[in-house]
DNA sequence: TGAAATGTTGGGGCG
DNA sequence: ACGCCCCAACATTTC
């Protein structure tokens, strides 16, 4: 009897055993499956992995190599660089006539894994990549013209019409888990960081397949019959906090949606619950749309969408830039989301809205900057809805947000944060203010700041910027950004 | 997935 | 009783 050749399936951005189709594919020709993660820091030029990123990557494929162990299958392969190479050299040493993979839809990564293919094929290798990280293909979707979609709601429409969401890939994963060939140490990827900061990160998550779904667990049964009328508060723990572990597809969206649609069915008549599940399910369309955009908009991440920003004068500040970034605006809703994404590398969705609307219209700064630092600072960042985020709040993006629509940060603040939770919580040095003054610490009585302990200018900032003032500038710039022939 | 400015209305105080 | 003013409260427009 002749020995099998191997397969090789490569995971990336589906760090997970279950519904995982080109790896159930794998297993499916009963050949011995290598399973391979490559940290590629080659070829995705300026958008590597940030700092926060490469710490979850790092508890995530540890958790990964466990299972793998604990299914019996072959333990899990590392490797590091070129990604091309990479492949051919594990092609080579194994012996191996197929190499299996689920799709990635980055600019770069589409370009890399054609070139994988090809290169694969005229090797006289089967190459074959599946569909895993979105529920439709970016290319499936299209406008009565051909087109691909510019405004959310009728994409969102499209993808419902069009429906036909598979189900979960379900079946045992089996294949001969006898070692061919080992790989490097995970501590040699070189993604934890030297200096450790990320407690506050740990103690938030429990990044993997099995938090993952424990996670969407708890958000099923605990939260999504309340979802849409808690959801905007950013004290309460109302949505799914999926967004990590869709980014590396520690969970698919077709487990989400299915899952959650199920929830949806068995409560029935309950047309309120229906409600509130089907305002859950349109968020993750956002996603889909998020990444529809980047796959037919290449320039997505670097360049505005709508060309009339295209000379917009954003300013250049290093220091403003710096007191957003580490939460020192004066503003308290603003330095509590700054802070939380620093400390728990996630800010609640809301908030990311505030910040955003803050950094570009209230201190005039380039959304790239913001976009920069959530890169590198979210465990969630992900090229297709942080850039898709961005350009939507800065007014420049496909379906965005106008830019003269500026969100206030005292109004936004007493809104959605009206007992002051959520900024006691982040902004410590403000928790003894009453209510009423915890949004707005410079209209607060001398008296007020002092027995709570406050200096301002000292021990809390001083606003940055005044907004009413800073929401006339970002007026004049837009309008002054205005081509001239729009101007009538 | 706004906010501010501006316009309109209607009740009540008051001469 | 009446008109006038004030100003919430709400609606509409504008950015």
Redesign the pocket.
């Known amino acids: 009897m002749t020995k099998s050749k191997p397969v090789i399936f490569w995971f990336r951005n589906d760090l997970r055993l279950a519904d995982n189709p080109a790896l159930a594919a794998a297993c499916d020709t009963g050949q011995p499956v290598i399973p391979v993660y490559i940290h590629d820091d080659v070829n995705a030029g300026i958008w590597k992995n940030g700092g926060a990123t490469n710490w979850w990557l790092h508890q995530s494929l540890t958790s990964l190599a466990a299972s793998i162990g604990a299914a019996g299958l072959h333990p899990l392969v590392f490797c590091k660089g070129d990604a091309k190479a990479e492949i051919a050299r594990l092609v080579k040493e194994t012996g191996a006539d197929h190499v299996f993979w689920n799709r990635c839809y980055e600019p770069w990564a589409i370009a890399r894994d054609t070139q994988i293919k090809e290169s694969l094929k005229s090797g006289g290798v089967d190459a074959q990549s599946f569909s895993a990280f979105l529920l439709f293909e970016p290319w499936e979707i299209q406008n009565k013209t051909g087109q691909p979609y510019k405004v ?1 709601t009728p994409y969102s429409r499209a993808c419902l019409e069009r429906g036909g969401i598979r189900p979960p890939v379900s079946g045992k994963l089996k294949s001969d888990g006898k070692p061919i060939i080992t790989g490097l140490p995970l501590e040699k990827l070189g993604l934890m960081p030297d200096i450790k900061w990320y407690d506050g990160m740990a103690e938030t998550w429990t990044p993997g397949e099995t938090g993952a779904k424990k996670r969407l667990k708890k958000f099923i049964t605990g939260c999504l019959d309340e979802y849409k009328a808690q959801r ?1 508060f950013p004290a309460v723990d109302g949505g799914s906090r999926m967004s990590p572990y869709l980014h590396f597809g520690e969970i698919s969206p077709h487990i989400i949606w299915h899952d959650v649609s199920k929830a949806i069915a068995e409560a029935g008549h309950d047309n309120a619950f229906a409600n509130h599940g089907q305002g859950y399910l349109r ?1 993750l369309l ?1 996603r889909e749309f998020s990444w529809h955009l980047l796959y037919h908009f290449p320039e997505f991440p670097e360049k505005a969408w709508n060309p009339r920003f295209a000379g917009f004068k954003w300013k250049k500040n290093k220091k403003l830039l710096n007191h957003w970034q580490k939460g020192q605006t004066g503003y308290p809703i603003i330095d509590a989301g700054m802070r939380e994404l620093w400390q728990t590398g996630w800010m609640h ?2 908030v990311r ?1 505030l910040v955003g609307s803050f950094l570009v219209k209230n201190l005039l700064l380039d959304w790239r900057d913001g976009e920069d630092w959530f890169w590198d600072t979210l465990v969630d960042a992900d090229l297709g809805n942080n850039a898709q985020g961005w350009q ?1 709040i800065a007014g420049c993006g496909a379906d965005a ?2 830019y ?5 940060p005292i ?2 603040s007493r ?1 959605f944060d009206a007992e002051g939770d959520y900024i006691r919580r982040y902004v410590p040095e403000l928790s003894k203010l009453p209510d009423e003054f915890i949004h707005a610490p410079w209209e607060a009585p001398a008296m007020e700041l002092h027995r709570a302990g406050i200096t301002l200018g000292k021990t809390y900032p001083h606003p940055i910027v005044d ?2 003032e800073a ?1 006339d500038l970002a ?1 004049k710039a ?2 002054d950004s205005k081509p001239d022939d729009d101007a009538a």
């Open positions: 959310f905007d968020q956002w969705n809301r809205m939507w947000a106008p003269f629509r500026i969100f206030n109004l936004q809104k907004h009413a929401r007026l837009y309008h």
